[in-house]
Structures are given as C-alpha cells and as structure tokens.
T-cell receptor, first 114, second 113 residues
C-alpha cells in the first residue's frame, strides 16, 4: 500500500520568513495530493491540493510543488504570520489503484514566532 | 449549513464498555470516513463508506464496526473498548471517494481507562 513520509516533524520560523514542508510517497499510481491544516482542538481543513497533471499550484501565500519522477511534493508558505501556526498534514491517494485510500503523513507542527 | 457534525465531543469509558460515535453531514456527499488520530502518527483510516449502502475496512479496523444509516449519517461503534482505543476520532465526507476534498468534523476525544 501507499506510504507517505513527512518532514520535518516540527518547524519554527520567524514571522515573515518562509516555511517549507516536504513529503515523499511510495505508490507511483498516486495522483491526488492534498494538504490539510489542523488548528488546536479542531478537525483538519484542506488548504490546497494538487493533481498529478500539474507541477505547481499557488493560492495567495501558499504553494505546492509536485515532482512525480522523484515521488515527492512540498508545501511552501511565504510571509508567515502567527495565524499560520498549526499542524500541517500532507496526503496522497490514487483514483486508479484498488481501494484508492487517502494516506496521510505524520504531520508537521509549525510555530511562527512574532 | 453545518458541514460535518460529530457527537459526543468528549467521552470517557471503562475497559469493556461499548459506545457509538455519531457523524452526520449536510453537504449531500456520497462518501464518508472514520479516522483516528494518535500523537505523531497522523490520521489513520478505520472504515469508510464510498456510497450509501457500502462500507469497507481501512487501515486499522480491528475493534470497530460501522453503519451507514443513510446518505447523511455514518456511525462508528466500539463493542468492547480497550485502552489502545484512546484517541481522537474524526469523521469526514467527500463528494466522491478519496480524490475529492474531504471535509472533517470537529472530532471526538475518547479516553478508555
């Protein structure tokens, strides 16, 4: 089955700096890669996703890049703000493989210091 | 439009007790999921229902059962709770299985003593 690894597990940045979180996946059939943000005491919320037919996607201060050859994808947050402090999860799934389950990485706790 | 709702928010059980976690969505989604979240392990799929009338096992189904009561509701039952089932449980729904955005509920924090 699919295996998703996420690094780093914790990330501390100064307000205004950029944050980068990296994920690798094992199943070459995976073609959908969402990123979720989880604030304390709440459920995860989708912030951006990318499908395998594109290499990069941006939405204001966040962007995701995908390298299918290397089987890794990354989340980039620019001009970080204190409200970006949360736990971020990457995930991968395939619409082609049997079962096509969404597999999550272990999460990255991001702390933005004012 | 409440999205995905879960009850209860908190629960404490003794080993061997049973309980049912309730989940409902008002987005007319076809697919629903139950996950558990443990520290450092991300979210792991327990069971899912790709469409009304179907349920399938996920990554960690042992000790759980589910019921897709109708299109809106998907319940998770612990027949005989064990301390290893102490976790935060999240329900989610999506329009189509897996490759559409999954919307999560607020979670149920369960402690089994």
């Amino acid at each position: 089955g699919e295996n998703v690894e996420q690094h780093p597990s914790t990330l501390s940045v100064q307000e205004g700096d950029s944050a980068v979180i990296k994920c690798t996946y094992s199943d070459s059939a995976s073609n959908y890669f969402p990123w979720y943000k989880q604030e304390l005491g709440k459920g995860p919320q989708l912030i951006i996703d990318i499908r395998s037919n594109v290499g990069e996607k941006k939405d204001q201060r966040i962007a995701v890049t995908l390298n299918k050859t290397a089987k890794h994808f990354s989340l980039h947050i620019t001009e970080t703000q204190p409200e970006d402090s949360a736990v971020y999860f990457c995930a991968a799934s395939s619409s082609l493989a049997a079962g096509n389950k969404l597999t999550f990485g272990g999460g990255t706790r991001v702390l933005v210091k004012p | 439009n409440a999205g995905v709702t879960q009850t209860p928010k908190f629960q404490v059980l003794k080993t061997g007790q049973s309980m049912t976690l309730q989940c409902a969505q008002d987005m007319n989604h076809n697919s629903m999921y139950w996950y558990r979240q443990d520290p450092g392990m991300g979210l792991r799929l327990i069971y899912y229902s790709a469409s009304e009338g179907t349920t399938d096992k996920g990554e960690v189904p042992n000790g759980y059962n589910v019921s897709r009561l109708n299109k809106r509701e998907f319940s998770l039952r612990l027949e005989s709770a064990a301390p290893s089932q102490t976790s935060v449980y999240f329900c989610a729904s999506s329009s189509r299985a897996y490759t559409d955005t999954q919307y999560f509920g607020p979670g149920t924090r369960l402690t089994v003593l």
